[in-house]
């Protein structure tokens, strides 16, 4: 299994930016899939970013163009760029790992964006 550690939430206006973080630790991070979603109220959770483990990269259609995710192998952290933010943003983000029979999940950051 792999523990993770999001960071990075907080309040932030409309337009403005965030970065998110996930520091990984107990296994061999390189080889996961790894994953943001968020969860709004009343919402399902939902897939935000995706990178594999060979740096192939895939977003929602709603965070196309303002969200970049990345990572870094040798710090086991994937990371969540976030531009242009939009109150529609507002959820508690999620990072999660993927590999075979391993699916696991941070206890999420929430992100408030304000009008």
């Known amino acids: 299994q792999v523990q993770l550690v999001e960071s990075g939430g907080g309040l932030v206006q409309a337009g403005g930016s965030l970065r998110l973080s996930c520091a990984a630790s107990?296994?061999?991070?390189?080889?996961?899939?790894m994953n943001w979603y968020r969860q709004a109220p009343g919402k399902q959770r939902e897939l935000v970013a995706a990178?594999?483990?060979?740096?192939?990269?895939n977003y929602a259609d709603a965070v196309k163009g303002r969200f970049t995710i990345s990572r870094d192998n040798a710090k086991k952290t994937v990371y969540l760029q976030m531009n242009g933010l939009k109150p529609e943003d507002t959820a508690v983000y999620y990072c999660?790992?993927?590999?075979?029979?391993?699916?696991?999940w941070g206890q999420g950051t929430q992100v408030t964006v304000s009008s």
């Open positions: 107990g296994s061999i991070f390189s080889l996961y899939t």
């Open positions: 999660n790992a993927k590999r075979l029979m391993v699916d696991s």
């Open positions: 990178i594999t483990s060979g740096g192939s990269t």
